[in-house]
């Protein structure tokens, strides 16, 4: 994975001594709170409900073991023994003391990580495939091209005000595992004609009060041309994009507005006066960057591994976790796994200090000291053994994190809501834990097979509602948490927006709800086909006479 | 102040989270402290504290601006930040609106961190 260089870890270490300094002058009451809430900001320090909230990011989701460590014990040393990890791959600590941020975050540039650029209006953490250069079907790791775009837009003097937040995202695989249709800008890894390497570029997708399933504005752009590309996205979108309200600030308003075919014709002019203009990466740079992706010094392994198949066949609860949780890895006799964290009735994303630490020693010992952080709140084992994965999971049984539910129903996204946020409307983790303890056994689980569900506590869309198959969006009404449930929403390379089914229910009735919609799904299905596929095949008639007829 | 371009947007700005319940009983003030974020009320003595139970409680609009007055010094004094007038229950500091509740309780899905029993 990427180390920084010095000119890296300069500006971190430079920003911290920095912000130090302004807590010092807010504290002594030299900045007031409307000049030093922009500062705090721009380091990823929020006010919410209970405390401050810091936000570290994890570049594309990729972290050292020493990073998780260091992870574990800022969660010890400066909050309550736990952290929670979110859908943009980034950590977030939930009872932060600002007098101790600057140290907190002089321990953090130890290991290269920061809260820069997680908050504002400017370009944020970019996020990729969890799965990036282990997977099978991948055209390239694109953590290259996200490392490419981390420097480019850090500190990024043009796009450090931009009329709202940025998000992007890398694919690099046939499969969409980084919802890429659903951002600001989506980077498709594809073959151009001659088979040669290049990108298929996605712009002005989101979610929040105005979901956007992103238009494709070019099918192909060479490899070596992506940032000029970038820049002149992000250029048009600085000029055109709308400053006056913040409910129509994100491009997805502009390119709605002005259609996707006039702003690509703004882009592709914005491009052709810059693309000569060395903004492009040279080649050297990204060669030096690609060194640092270099596959890890794999092992040769004859399959098959037979102590794992007998682990296999003797264990069935073992043989189940590898079947949800474990991926075909790219090279024979390894495995990539996903821990889940979500545990029945547990919080989804939070991990604590300890969990982190032990894991940080798996990955150590077993997965060549690289962790993952996926945008489903889970954590990624990139590289283990097949002979290893016994004894993997037999330790993550012992943190307890080694439930069986990758893909399935209890594998369930929520944001904070009501329960940390100071903008949620509803609380999302108490719904997620009545449903995953419903659904709790493995045997109904399998039953249901594949089914994203997706829940965020207000509009803003955190908890990625839009795109669940079963997507929950708690309001507020008349004083009272109400839930609203769609239907058909999906963040893969088939993306689409759920459609909402009706009348919303009371926090007691969801689950209920919930249920209703899985056995409806069942009755209806065809042999082996999946939630969504099924929903696409009959729309949400059924379900809606179902949900609603008998209440 | 930030102007139209610098501005950079926190939750409590798009949310209309402090809306006033009708129904409500009475007043109390609080805010975040600022040098740790902890959650704080003014209490009757004028001190402030993190126990909801001690919060001095308003039912007039004199009171009410009493409590406004005690926010605003404090403010300006960079003591905390996010300050807001907020609705009791009738006959009790128990905050009218969930959002409250669990500002002054802590987590509903972590018992075990709770700065005090659940109403």
Redesign the interface.
């Known amino acids: 994975m990427y180390i920084y260089d010095k000119f890296d870890q300069t500006i971190v270490r430079e920003r911290v001594a920095e912000f130090r300094g302004q807590v010092q002058r807010?504290?002594a009451?030299e900045l007031?709170?409307?000049q030093f809430?922009?500062l705090r900001?721009?380091n990823g320090l929020?006010?919410?409900?209970?405390?401050?909230m810091l936000r570290v990011a994890i570049p594309y989701g990729t972290m050292s073991s020493a990073q998780l460590k260091k992870l574990a014990y800022i969660a010890q040393t400066y909050d309550?023994g736990y952290g929670h990890f979110t859908t943009r791959q980034n950590i977030q600590y939930?009872?932060?003391?600002?007098?101790q941020v600057p140290d907190l975050l002089n321990d953090l540039a130890e290991v290269q990580l920061h809260g820069i650029q997680t908050?504002?209006?400017c370009i944020r953490n970019v996020t990729a495939d969890q799965f990036s250069g282990v997977a099978g079907d991948e055209i390239e790791d694109p953590r290259i091209v996200s490392e490419a775009v981390r420097q480019w837009s850090t500190f990024h003097p043009e796009f450090s005000?931009l009329p709202?937040?940025f998000k992007i995202a890398v694919n690099g695989a046939a499969r969409d595992r980084a919802a890429i249709q659903f951002h600001d800008i989506g980077i498709q890894v594809v073959r151009g004609p001659e088979g040669d390497v290049g990108y298929a570029i996605y712009a002005g997708g989101g979610m929040g009060r105005t979901p956007v399933v992103a238009p494709l504005i070019r099918a192909f752009l060479p490899k070596a041309e992506l940032l000029s590309y970038l820049e002149a996205i992000l250029r048009v979108y600085n000029r055109h994009g709308r400053?006056d309200n913040?409910y129509k600030a994100r491009i997805k308003i502009l390119v709605r507005e002005i259609g996707a075919e006039e702003f690509t014709r703004q882009v592709e002019a914005e491009w052709a006066l810059l693309r000569n203009e060395g903004v492009n990466l040279p080649e050297a740079e990204m060669s030096r960057i690609q060194k640092f992706f270099a596959p890890p010094p794999y092992e040769k392994i004859a399959a098959p591994v037979v102590a794992f198949e007998q682990a296999r066949a003797s264990n069935p609860a073992f043989a189940r976790w590898v079947e949800t949780n474990v991926h075909t890895h790219k090279v024979p006799g390894y495995g990539v796994v996903t821990i889940s964290l979500k545990p029945v009735g547990g919080?989804p994303g939070d991990a604590t200090a300890e969990q982190m630490s032990q894991i940080a020693d798996l990955a150590e010992k077993y997965s060549f000291a690289e962790v993952r952080v996926t945008h489903v709140q889970n954590l990624v084992l990139p590289n283990v053994k097949q002979a290893d994965l016994f004894a993997v999971w037999q330790q993550l049984g012992k943190i307890g994190f080694a439930d069986a539910n990758l893909g399935l129903i209890g594998d369930i996204i929520a944001c904070p809501g009501?329960?940390?946020?100071?903008?949620?409307?509803a609380?999302s983790?108490?719904v997620a834990?009545q449903i995953s303890e419903r659904f709790r056994t493995p045997e109904r689980m399998k039953e249901i097979g594949p089914l994203q569900i997706k829940i965020s506590g207000?509009i803003?869309a955190c908890g990625h509602h839009h795109a669940g198959h079963i997507g929950i969006l708690g309001v507020e009404r008349a004083?009272e948490?109400l839930y609203q449930i769609t239907l058909g929403g999906a963040g893969d390379e088939t993306a689409s927006i759920g459609e909402l089914l009706g009348p919303g229910f009371k926090g007691d009735q969801v689950v209920d709800a919930v249920e209703k919609i899985v056995n409806t799904y069942i009755e209806l299905r065809q042999p082996g086909e999946e939630f969504l596929a099924a929903y696409r095949r009959v729309g949400k008639a059924p379900f809606k006479e179902r949900l609603y007829a008998s209440a | 102040m930030a102007d139209e371009n610098t501005q950079v947007i926190e939750p409590s700005e798009i949310s209309a989270h402090r809306r006033s319940n009708k129904a409500a009983g009475g007043k109390i003030a609080t805010g975040n402290r600022l040098r740790d974020g902890v959650v704080i009320y003014l209490a009757a003595n004028g001190e402030w504290t993190t126990d909801v139970d001690q919060a001095r409680r308003e039912t007039t609009a004199d009171g009410e601006a009493a409590l406004k007055g005690a926010l605003d010094a404090a403010f300006k004094a960079n003591y905390l930040i996010d300050a807001a007038v907020i609705d009791t229950v009738p006959s009790d500091t128990k905050p009218a609106r969930l959002r409250e509740q669990i500002r002054a309780v802590g987590p509903t899905v972590r018992p075990d961190l709770a700065r005090r029993a659940n109403w």
Request: glycine share 6%.
């Open positions: 807010r504290l009451g007031s709170e409307d809430r922009p900001l721009m929020y006010l919410q409900l209970h405390a401050y309550r939930n009872w932060i003391k600002l007098e908050s504002g209006n005000f709202r937040k400053r913040i919080i009501l329960d940390y946020c100071a903008l949620a409307n609380r983790i108490p834990q207000c803003n004083g948490e």
